[in-house]
T-cell receptor, first 111, second 115 residues
């Protein structure tokens, strides 16, 4: 099955700096790559996603890039704020029914 | 528009018991998926239902089962509970599948503790 690896597992950044989280996937048939943010006591919330026919997508301070050849995709958060502190998960899917998740990255934004 | 609602939010069971968790999807959504979240294994796919039919199943033992009703509400059941079943069980819904503009929306989860 699909294997998604996510790095780093923890990330501490100064407020205002950028944060980058990287993921690799194993199944070249995967074509949908969402990113979820999970805050304490809540379920994962979709923050941005990208499909394999697109190389980059941006939504305000958040951007995702996809390299299909290398089978990796990344999340970029610019001008980080304290409310960006959370656990972030990358995921991949090839069948639009099931997501395979990375292990998660705990992001801490220092004031 | 109400989100995905899961009940109960917290529950404690003992080994050997069984448990049933409930999920009400977003109105109009017909696909419901279940995921198990643990510190050690992360988020693992359990199964997915659409129009009362299981379309996809993860690699979990037969003790884990589910069903979907005609109103798209779903339940999952775990029988003969083991300590390792302690986890956050997440339900997610989408209109049919998360293709095109459709995405998967998660509920807050049901936290199961097995003693």
């Amino acid at each position: 099955g699909e294997n998604v690896e996510q790095h780093p597992s923890t990330l501490s950044v100064q407020e205002g700096d950028s944060a980058v989280i990287k993921c690799t996937y194993s199944d070249s048939a995967s074509n949908y790559f969402p990113w979820y943010k999970q805050e304490l006591g809540k379920g994962p919330q979709l923050i941005i996603d990208i499909r394999s026919n697109v190389g980059e997508k941006k939504d305000q301070r958040i951007a995702v890039t996809l390299n299909k050849t290398a089978k990796h995709f990344s999340l970029h958060i610019t001008e980080t704020q304290p409310e960006d502190s959370a656990v972030y998960f990358c995921a991949a899917s090839k069948d639009d029914y099931k997501l395979s998740f990375g292990a998660g990255t705990t992001v801490t934004v220092r004031a | 528009k109400a989100g995905v609602t899961q009940t109960p939010r917290y529950l404690i069971k003992t080994r050997g018991q069984q448990v049933t968790l409930s999920c009400s999807p977003i109105s109009g959504h017909r696909s419901v998926s279940w995921y198990q979240q643990t510190p050690g294994q992360g988020l693992q796919f359990l199964f997915e239902y659409f129009s009362e039919t299981q379309r996809n199943k993860g690699n979990f033992p037969g003790r884990f089962s589910g069903r979907q009703f005609s109103n798209s509400r779903s339940e999952m059941n775990v029988s003969t509970l083991e300590l390792g079943d302690s986890a956050l069980y997440l339900c997610a819904s989408s209109p049919s599948a998360f293709s095109g503009a459709n995405v998967l929306t998660f509920g807050a989860g049901s936290r199961l503790t097995v003693l």
